[in-house]
Nanobody, 116 residues
Framework: QVQLVESGGGLVQAGGSLRLSCAAS????????MGWYRQAPGKQRELVAI????????NYADSVKGRFTIYRDNAKNSVYLQMNSLKPDDTAVYSC?????????WGQGTQVTVSS
């Protein structure tokens, strides 16, 4: 069992930056993969970035490569998404995901809005 709580969303101008945080209720080393997803109005949910339990593997959607960075802090049981050079198309609800060997867990989501 793991609970996830996201924070850090908000309103930002195009070209600005935000850092999203995902705090887990227990040690995250045993979680196979953690990631960030997003869903914009009228669009399907898409994977933004994932990171392995040891942090040695990451993958990003083509639309965010070079702009977003996913990383982890084991001491804080947290995963972060640093978002730079934000675009209006990045506007969406961002949700944290944890995939264990048995169950897929989700946070409540945090809104990111990027103005032109």
């Amino acid at each position: 069992q793991v609970q996830l709580v996201e924070s850090g969303g908000g309103l930002v101008q195009a070209g600005g930056s935000l850092r999203l945080s995902c705090a887990a209720s227990r040690n995250i080393f045993s979680i196979n993969f953690m990631g960030w997803y997003r869903q914009a109005p009228g669009k399907q949910r898409e994977l933004v970035a994932i990171i392995s339990s040891g942090g040695g593997y990451t993958n990003y959607a083509d639309s965010v490569k070079g702009r977003f960075t996913i990383y982890r802090d084991n001491a804080k049981n947290s995963v972060y998404l640093q978002m730079n050079s934000l675009k209006p198309d990045d506007t969406a609800v961002y949700s944290c995901n944890a995939l264990t060997g048995r169950t897929n867990y989700w946070g409540q989501g945090t809104q990111v809005t990027v103005s032109s």
